[in-house]
């Protein structure tokens, strides 16, 4: 069911025949019906997740309108998880489980994403007209954006060979450590390769490298 069946069922219910009036921000109902009648109408409509507001007249207190707010995925204060995919932790240090959620707001459904490692919400404002439209779009944002096959190997807190971030700047270091070479080297393919996806045509004066320990100096691997 739609904002306009839901509005419209619940005025049917209440034996109101209003109309919605006016775009924009607020969406009024509109004529003015009785402050009481008003005030019942809000409160059955935010029991459907409604975000919505009562105006009285000025010249008549015991009149007044009642506003619903256009749809606002900043508004919804309810997430619940739809989907989830898997996604690479930026810098190759490993990979993640991303929610995708859907909340509600006025009668209209956002999604949003969300994970442990602080990745930023990937989807857009779009909204849909029904849960189930929005559970789909979850499910399909999900599978779009699953990458299983290119999750790094299991770092090693103490092994001795990393993925190592090299740069002109002070950020360059080891990143995630790895008990083999050839751990370390797969994780750097991974990572080199979300790099160059994320800057499409461009000639890099960075990236990752196999580096391994020795005598407390991270060494890469042709300087040995």
């Not at 049917?12 to 006016?22: I, Q, S």
């Not at 080199?192 to 499409?200: E, H, M």
């Amino acid at each position: 069911m739609n904002a306009n069946q839901i509005i419209a069922d619940t005025l049917r219910k209440m034996a109101l025949t209003l109309e919605m009036d006016g775009e924009g921000e607020d969406r009024s109902l509109s004529e003015a019906i009785p402050l009481p009648l008003a005030n019942e109408l809000a409160g059955r409509l935010r029991g459907h997740g409604f975000t919505v507001s009562v105006s009285t007249d000025n010249d008549d207190r015991e009149m007044a309108w009642v506003y619903v707010a256009e749809p606002s995925k900043a508004r919804v204060l309810r997430w619940e998880t739809a989907a989830t995919y898997t996604s690479q932790v930026s810098g190759g240090d490993g990979s993640c489980t991303v929610e995708v959620q859907i909340g509600q707001d006025s009668g209209a459904w956002f999604l949003r994403t969300t994970d442990d490692a602080g990745g930023s919400d990937d989807c857009d404002d779009t909204d849909y007209e029904t849960r189930e439209a929005a559970e789909s779009a979850a499910k399909a944002f999900a599978v779009k954006n699953d990458d299983p096959d290119d999750v790094p190997p299991t770092p090693d807190p103490s092994g001795e060979w990393c993925c190592h971030w090299t740069s002109a700047l002070d950020d360059a270091g080891p990143r995630a450590r790895y008990a083999t070479q050839e751990q370390a080297a797969a994780a750097v393919e991974i990572a080199n390769a979300q790099l160059q996806d994320a800057n499409p045509g461009s000639t890099l004066l960075c990236g990752f490298e196999a580096r391994q320990l020795v005598d407390g100096v991270w060494v890469a691997v042709d300087d040995e």
